[in-house]
């Protein structure tokens, strides 16, 4: 990653020295001049392609990243063969696509949709993005020397931070590093933002065109508005008053907050496509269900319990996976231990108790809010029933221990 | 997603420290007794550095030392933390990091370290193979750690997380997989038992 802040600054030389460029929709299977300056592009992105098969938080599961594959094909019809969609775990609603085919999905983003058609429809968004060739237009305006500028202010910033802790950038700069805080390094970050940043009118235009994206490849043209609408009901949800009264965004990139008039267009242009397309959402809850523990624990780590007690109700409201849904909702008010927060992580673990798929860690967590209860009896009949359904677990020792110390006090 | 108008985070540790000998705010904890806190003394078989002030959500009660730099080895060591004290400490108040609470319990004490860590630039944070262990006179859980830069290096940890007189004690050693890890683990382990609680 150290080589980045010099390729940037020799694309912004590049950049410097080229004309404008005649920005149209591309063609499938078209690759630029490697010596203009999309190919400079494409080569960039090339690299950063390379990095993100090595990075740790690459989801390689075959079955996911086939799903995926499959998806973005039926949105994306003969462009399919040009895109490459990888799945990174990392538990912010986001997708990109670069001009050369880099596609990335994050794992937020799964977990949010509530089915196919809403991952489908944001695949289409930026796929409208790619086949607008809208990258290029940013080169055509000369507002990506601004970015890369930006990307590279950046990077020096992040050079500086060790002589001068708590420096201030410009605020475009900022709302990056804010919205993904420690989470990813901010070089890639900069460098992800400089493509990725795009016009209000751009991101109106790729609305559109993934909503009819979606429509044409069959899935339900109102996951579009649905799939904004829960995003702006996640940041009302959350735990902290200035997150609240922020603006929601399509992707960790978008400057442009999900504004009503999106989508209200996108309600006005849904009016005009056929109606009753399908929804796809047994299929995605079962290629997603293999991770739901991993990623509704990676969500719980931001700490920010009443979104992911949001993401969780949208999870639930199908009645599927209550055991570990649940489980995950105790967990986000035994964390959050707000007032009355332990009884309702207590009626959590009660209610994922009563299902096949609740986790064994249900009953050692429920043994430890009996146990703060004062409820004896009911602590040891969970330690025990967690001893009993989790022999091998290594902390049932721990357990053990409890369930002693309470037998010796009774 | 939300947007946040704040300051930077200071990158502290992975871009401050790469060299040690850069940096004027490092000191050097030579070898022998190391003054965690008030009667909390552990000794030191070699010489390390004391990289306490270039680590990210520093607090007073939080040391971290190293020999070849936080990319290669570090060792956190914490004076009792009492309810509402950190191992990392938020840079804002949107972003919490994991807190002591008068009432946790044992697996939340677990949860405290791999949250903690978390919170650091890792990923996937494991916790294995929990066992009893002791810091000097406060008995608590020795515990082995996996987890990923996100560049997608392995890392491995050892620790203890202990409890004596409500105050929690934490001593924890991370280290890339290869090499690293294995190279220190002998002199983490000498200061662990080496641990004396006044
Ligand atoms: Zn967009």
């Known amino acids: 990653m ?37 190919g400079g592009l494409w080569g960039e992105m090339d690299k950063v392609e390379a990095e993100a098969r090595t990075r740790g938080d690459l989801n390689r599961d075959p079955a996911l990243n086939a799903y995926m594959h499959e998806i973005m094909c039926k949105v994306a019809g003969p462009h399919c063969a040009d895109l490459r969609v990888y799945v990174m775990d990392r538990p912010y609603f986001n997708a990109s696509m670069a001009p050369n085919g880099y596609t990335e999905i994050w794992s937020g983003l799964l977990l949010r949709a509530s089915d196919e058609a809403e991952v489908a429809y944001v695949l289409g968004h930026e796929f409208g993005h790619f086949v607008e060739t809208h990258s290029l237009e940013r080169y055509a305006a000369r507002k990506m020397r601004a970015n890369v500028a930006m990307a590279a202010s950046v990077v020096v910033a992040v050079a500086g931070a060790s002589s001068a802790a708590g420096a201030t950038t410009s605020g475009e700069a900022q709302s990056i590093i804010d919205a993904t805080r420690g989470t990813i390094d901010l070089i890639y970050y900069a460098q992800m933002a400089a493509l990725f940043r795009f016009t209000r009118e751009q991101e109106s235009e790729a609305d559109l065109l993934g909503q009819r994206r979606a429509g044409q490849a069959g899935y339900d043209v109102a996951a579009a508005m649905e799939s904004w609408r829960g995003l702006i009901a996640e940041t009302q949800a959350s735990d902290f008053k200035r997150v609240r009264r922020s603006e929601s965004r399509s992707s960790i990139f978008d400057s442009h907050p999900l504004s009503a008039d999106r989508i209200a267009a996108l309600e006005t242009q849904a009016r005009t496509l056929t109606p009753g397309g399908e929804r796809g959402r047994a299929r995605h809850r079962a290629a997603i269900r293999p991770f739901l523990p991993a ?77 703060r209860d004062g409820a004896r009896a009911a602590a040891k009949a969970a330690y025990e029933t967690y001893l009993a359904k989790a022999p091998q677990a290594e902390d049932a020792w721990m357990v053990q221990d409890s369930l002693s110390s309470l037998e010796r006090s009774s | 997603m939300t947007t946040l108008r704040t300051t ?25 007794a190391f003054r965690v806190g008030s009667g909390y003394e552990v000794s030191l078989g070699r010489d390390w550095s004391d990289i306490s002030a270039v680590m990210a959500g520093k607090t007073r009660k939080v040391r971290l030392l190293s ?15 009492a309810p509402g004290d950190f191992l990392i400490k938020p840079e804002i108040k949107e972003r919490p990091t994991p807190v002591i609470r008068k009432d946790m319990s044992a697996s939340e004490r677990l949860e405290f370290i791999t949250d903690s860590v978390a919170a650091l ?78």
């Open chain 2, 67 to 81: 020999i070849d730099g936080p990319l290669l080895n570090r060792l956190y060591l914490t004076d009792g933390l």
């Open chain 2, 8 to 32: 930077i985070r200071p990158l502290g540790i992975a871009a401050a420290a790469l060299s040690l000998a850069a940096c004027a705010s490092v000191v050097a904890a030579p070898a022998g």
């Open chain 2, 121 to 198: 630039e890792y990923q996937r944070v494991e916790l294995a193979k929990p066992r009893p262990g002791r810091i000097g006179e406060a008995s608590g859980v020795r515990f082995d750690l996996t987890a990923q830069t996100r560049e997608g290096l392995d890392i491995k940890g050892a620790g203890v997380i202990a409890e004596r007189g409500g105050k929690t004690y934490v001593l924890l050693y991370l280290a890339p997989a290869e090499h690293y890890f294995d190279a220190s683990l002998a002199k983490v382990e000498a200061i662990m038992a080496s641990a004396r609680l006044g």
């Open chain 1, 295 to 371: 990623w509704l624990r990676d969500d719980l780590r931001r700490r920010d319990f009443g979104q992911t007690l949001a993401v969780i109700d949208r999870l639930a409201a199908g009645g599927e996976d209550l055991g570990v849904l649940n489980y995950y909702r105790g967990e986000a008010y035994r964390l959050r231990r707000g007032e009355g927060d332990l009884a309702k992580a207590r009626e959590a673990y009660l209610a994922a108790s009563g299902q096949p798929d609740a986790p064994a860690a249900t009953w050692r967590e429920l043994g430890d809010i009996h146990r």
């Open chain 1, 2 to 38: 150290r080589a980045v802040p010099v390729s940037l600054a020799a694309l912004a030389a590049a950049l410097a020295l080229s004309g404008p460029v005649q920005a149209a929709e591309r063609l499938a299977g078209s690759r630029p001049d490697i010596a203009s300056v999309e």
